[in-house]
């Protein structure tokens, strides 16, 4: 059982699994930091080896991280397997959707040349828009990250996880982040 972070790249699915985890004393993996662990930097993986090996790797290593950790976020498209969409459907895992304007996903971007399949806004939008239909089908919920502080996102998972009664939320305390947890480089509201 954990819960799962999907979305658009850029929406926030890195920051705020890493942080939610760290606010709930949870295990953490971001499958993209896995895979770079194993197999180097995705930005050099795709354009040697292309991307239908990135997406064969990257389905091994989803598959293993859902099995083992209990927060996971994913890559953008690793939504596009069949396998992990009919896995992220079952009872076992609490989606989260993490979803942002494209002029929120235009700061954020401009000027970063880290993401091979992700050359400007316009891509991002074509990108989005051929995976929305999936995005929205596999979420349990939807928060929009755009132009909010990471804080307020993550106060939204953990009010999520109690209404769910998830156990996650069991064993942490019960007070909500305010603006004094901001963390270096992260939006102020
Ligand atoms: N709520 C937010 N406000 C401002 N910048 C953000 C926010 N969430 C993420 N970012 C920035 O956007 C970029 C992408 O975030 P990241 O967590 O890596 O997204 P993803 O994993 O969905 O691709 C990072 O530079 C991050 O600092
Ligand atoms: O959307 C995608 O196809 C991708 C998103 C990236 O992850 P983020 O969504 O964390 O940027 C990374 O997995 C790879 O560059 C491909
Ligand atoms: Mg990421």
Same mark, same amino acid.
């Given at each position: 059982?954990?819960?799962?972070? /999907? ?5 926030? @699915? ?5 942080? /939610?985890? *760290? ?15 194993? $197999? %180097?930097?995705? $930005?050099?993986? /795709?354009? *040697? ?21 209990? /927060?996971?976020?994913?890559?953008? %498209? ?14 076992? $895992? ?8 494209? @002029?929120?996903?235009?700061? *954020?971007?401009? %000027?970063?040349? !880290? ?13 989005? !828009?051929? *995976? ?22 993550? !106060? ?6 109690? !209404? ?7 064993k942490a305390s019960d007070t909500e982040l305010t603006a004094e947890d901001t963390e270096p480089g992260e939006l102020v509201d």
């Amino acid at each position: 059982m954990s819960l799962v972070f /999907i979305g658009p790249p850029a929406a926030g @699915k890195s920051r705020a699994g890493k942080r /939610i985890a *760290r606010r709930l004393d949870a295990t953490f993996a971001d499958t993209d930091k896995l895979f770079a662990r194993d $197999h %180097g930097a995705i $930005h050099d993986f /795709i354009p *040697r080896e292309g991307e239908a090996e990135f997406r064969r790797i990257e389905r091994e290593v989803v598959a293993n991280a859902l099995r083992e950790y209990e /927060i996971v976020s994913l890559g953008g %498209g690793a939504i596009l397997n069949a396998d992990t969409q009919a896995e992220l459907a079952s009872e076992d $895992h609490n989606v989260v959707l993490l979803v942002a304007s494209p @002029k929120a996903i235009e700061e *954020r971007i401009s %000027g970063k040349t !880290n993401r091979p399949l992700l050359s400007g806004i316009d891509s991002w939008v074509e990108t989005y !828009n051929s *995976r929305k239909e999936i995005y929205d089908r596999l979420a349990d919920i939807t928060i929009d990250t755009s132009f909010r502080p990471m804080w307020q996102v993550v !106060n939204d998972v953990r009010r999520f996880l109690k !209404n769910i009664d998830s156990p996650l939320v069991a064993k942490a305390s019960d007070t909500e982040l305010t603006a004094e947890d901001t963390e270096p480089g992260e939006l102020v509201d």
